[in-house]
């Protein structure tokens, strides 16, 4: 035959590998479209401004940005009027090398974001977690400006980890009276 038997496994190897891969990801929503569990039953939600408690630039916004743009995006009302007030604080923030390429230069670097985060309702603590740590990693090129790029990209990653560890946590929590 024009086949051997080592050649039909390898072949069978190769199906099942892309099998694999294609099955692995990144855990995800039944759909990205889809609304989270409990979204609806966290009703209206106004998000106050992330507090800034590192060094790094422009965080707050950024990571207020995306968790309101993370939260919109998965069912739930952002509504500024609303009674329940998602707060949250950055108080940590590191940007750690992770791997060299072997001229000793970094290649590959991590993002680490540390937040206080907290939902009240007319002054009465609902929910709080006082330390929710996200990461996200980024490649490192000679360019600053795609290094840059990439940073954003990262802490923009982390920031929605953020929102969906928001998300799970609060969709246990019972809808508000009307």
Known sequence: MWWSRPAARSGAALVVAAALLAACGTYRWVSEDAPAPGAAAIGPLAVDAFANHTLEPYLGPLVTATVRTRLLERG????????RRLSGRITAFSDDVL???????????????????GLEDGGKTLW????????????????STRNRDAKDRALEEAAADLAETVLLDLADLKAPAP
């Open 128 to 143: 709080s977690k006082r330390r929710v740590v996200v990461s996200a990693e980024y490649p490192v090129t000679l360019d």
């Open 99 to 117: 791997a060299f390429d072997a001229d000793g230069i970094a290649s590959q670097r991590r993002v680490v974001l540390t937040a206080l985060l």
């Open 76 to 83: 739930v009302v952002v509504d500024g009027g609303a009674g």
